[in-house]
């Protein structure tokens, strides 16, 4: 069945780019219909989707992470990831990666991305 | 960008009983909305799509209902665990928002 693998660094600095990687597995990132993304939860807070992206290299974002965000595919290793710029202690959060269509179909496990000094 | 608002942001209830949990969206979003369960240190499950739709798996005890801005997730009889926050989530031209959730906790 489609699993997908969260991959990153869990601290992060003040002021520097969160990079994390979403490995898909058990079918294909190209599948025609879905988009790949990511979706943050802070610490006892809730889910704020931060952006999506088709296979064919097509993104959306949010609006108000837009300036600061840049989430790309690697087709060929079945991967996409997420940069988050000028991070601050606002963005520690559990990063998800998932399979979106009108819901989200599939959710990574999670991993917990700490920004500080 | 389209809001969702749920209430109440707490529900307190016994094994048994019934749960009415309600998402108002800022404007219409047709019946594109979803409702996921997520316990803690979990990643969310779907339970509920197009509305009214039970996603693959989930009990029948769990419906959803409602079009336009205002939605309702009923679970008829709780079970120990069903115990959880429920989120409502939308997509409008492929931009995705949440609800900023409903717990529900054992009175």
């Known amino acids: 069945q489609l699993q997908l693998q969260e991959s990153g660094p869990g601290l992060v600095k003040p002021s520097e780019t969160l990079s994390l990687t979403c490995t898909v597995s058990?079918?294909?990132?190209?599948?025609?219909?879905?988009?790949w993304g990511w979706i943050r939860q802070p610490p006892g807070k809730g889910l704020e989707w931060i952006g999506s992206?088709?296979?064919?290299?097509?993104?959306y974002y949010n609006p108000s992470l837009k300036s600061r965000v840049t989430i790309s595919v690697d087709t060929s290793k079945n991967q996409f990831s997420l940069k988050l710029s000028s991070v601050t202690a606002a963005d520690t959060a559990v990063y998800y990666c998932?399979?979106?269509?009108?819901?989200?179909?599939?959710w990574g496990q999670g991993t917990l991305v700490t920004v500080s000094s | 960008e389209i809001v969702l608002t749920q209430s109440p942001a707490t529900l307190s209830l016994s094994p048994g009983e019934r749960a009415t949990l309600s998402c108002r969206a800022s404007?219409?979003?047709?019946?594109?909305l979803a409702w996921y369960q997520q316990k803690p240190g979990q990643a969310p499950r779907l339970l509920i799509y197009?509305?009214?739709n039970r996603a693959t798996g989930i009990p029948a005890r769990f419906s959803g209902s409602g079009s336009g801005t205002d939605f309702t997730l009923t679970i008829s009889s709780l079970e120990p665990e069903d115990f959880a926050v429920y989120y409502c989530?939308?997509?409008?031209?492929?931009?995705?928002?949440f609800g900023p959730g409903t717990k529900v906790d054992i009175k």
């Open positions: 998932a399979r979106l269509y009108v819901t989200v179909t599939h």
């Open positions: 058990g079918g294909s990132i190209s599948s025609s219909s879905y988009y």
């Open positions: 992206i088709y296979y064919s290299g097509s993104t």
């Open positions: 404007q219409s979003v047709s019946s594109y």
């Open positions: 197009d509305a009214s």
């Open positions: 989530q939308q997509r409008s031209n492929w931009l995705f928002t």
